[in-house]
């Protein structure tokens, strides 16, 4: 027992440095960003045109790879049902307050935001070199992707940010 808290207490701070090294603000070339914060939390975002999404949640660091978790937030969406009693039901959260909303409110949101608040955040990233790379089908994403107006191609990973 004794060599198991030795050893731990000497990794540990090798662990911890390295988280430092990954928290902060990335974002690429596709309207995605994601803050990575001290405590573990984590802000993902995509802005497109007039088109927006967010993510909240916790993240953590296992050798190399960054794995998110989603904490979703709610709104109570308020509406009569059949028998004209009032029921409630929970809906993904237009923003990052919780709130009670109607329904004209809820078909408010569900028009300008085409009806889903969320895009798709990825599950884990991979940190290498002060980028983070995205993962898919178990192969890292390197290859330049195109642009979405133009033919260029960018490079398809996060990059540290100060905005």
Do not use: C
């Amino acid at each position: 027992m004794k060599i198991l808290s030795i050893t731990f207490l000497l990794v540990l701070p090798f662990a911890l440095f390295a988280q430092d090294k990954i928290i902060g603000r990335y974002r690429d070339y596709f309207g995605n960003r994601v803050q990575l914060n001290a405590d573990n939390t984590f802000l993902y975002t995509w802005n497109f045109d007039m088109a927006a999404s967010w993510t909240k949640g916790t993240w953590l660091l296992i050798n190399d790879t960054v794995f998110f978790h989603m904490v979703p937030i709610y709104d109570t969406l308020s509406h009569p049902s059949s028998n004209n009693s009032i029921v409630d039901t929970l809906v993904l959260s237009d923003d990052e307050k919780p709130e009670r909303i109607t329904p004209l409110q809820n078909a408010a949101i569900a028009l300008s935001s085409g009806g889903q608040n969320r895009m798709t955040y990825p599950n884990k990233l991979l940190f290498r070199k002060g980028r983070l790379y995205k993962i898919e089908n178990g192969s890292l994403v390197i290859k330049k992707q195109k642009g979405f107006w133009t033919g260029k191609k960018w490079d398809p990973w996060f990059f540290k940010s100060d905005n």
